[in-house]
């Protein structure tokens, strides 16, 4: 029904860079938002950003000139550039997206993925 394959994660210093790809395979759905969300240990999911299929971007507190995020709708794929890395930025990063039903109007579900892990060392 919705499979949301993340790469790009893993071990990066502190001050670097990563890119986060997710590819997004639906059926029954179309896709309105994509975007990321991220948790770090201890911490409750947070909004990293988000883009519609018209290109409005949304972005988190604080992280708008470091990340980047951009999408192919026709491949039905997300990108996030994370620069600037601080070690507190640690955690899981989830690809969003938010769904509604084909032939539906007004009801939309926001699903998540398995998530990826990104650590940033000091």
Do not use: H
Not at 30 to 50: F, S
Not at 92 to 106: M, N, S
Request: with cysteine; aromatic share 10%.
């Amino acid at each position: 029904q919705v499979q949301l394959v993340e790469s790009g994660g893993g071990l990066v210093q502190a001050g670097g860079s990563l890119r986060l790809s997710c590819a997004a395979s639906i059926s029954i759905f179309t896709i309105n938002d994509m975007g990321w969300y991220r948790q770090a240990p201890g911490k409750q999911r947070e909004l990293v950003a988000t883009i519609s299929t018209g290109g409005s971007i949304t972005y988190g507190d604080s992280l708008e000139g470091r990340f980047t995020i951009s999408r192919d709708n026709a491949k039905n794929m997300v990108y996030l550039e994370m620069n600037s890395l601080n070690p507190e930025e640690t955690g899981v990063y989830y690809c969003y997206v938010k769904l509604r039903p084909q032939g539906t109007f007004g009801i939309n579900y926001d699903y998540w993925g398995q998530g990826t892990q990104v650590t940033v060392s000091s």
